[in-house]
């Protein structure tokens, strides 16, 4: 009896779509924050403006960036 190989890289939409709404949401979250108020709400649209670009550094630079691939 022979094994037939996996499906690699088939994902379902949900799959392929959860991370970028996420960041899309926090990126939201971030700007009504800086509309809203001051104080608290600075400090937390800056901590999620900020993740978007954590995120971005982190996938061109990190351990399995594509920069790294060569």
Request: charged content about 15%; overall charge positive; glycine content about 14%.
């Amino acid at each position: 009896m022979t094994r037939r190989p996996a499906k690699r890289g088939t994902k379902s939409l949900g799959e392929i779509f959860f991370v970028p709404t996420l960041i899309g949401i926090v990126s939201m979250v971030g700007l009504i924050a800086a509309l809203v108020g001051d104080g608290v709400w600075d400090a937390v649209s800056w901590a999620s403006l900020g993740i978007p670009v954590i995120v971005t550094v982190w996938m061109v630079w990190g351990p399995r960036g594509s920069l790294q691939r060569g």
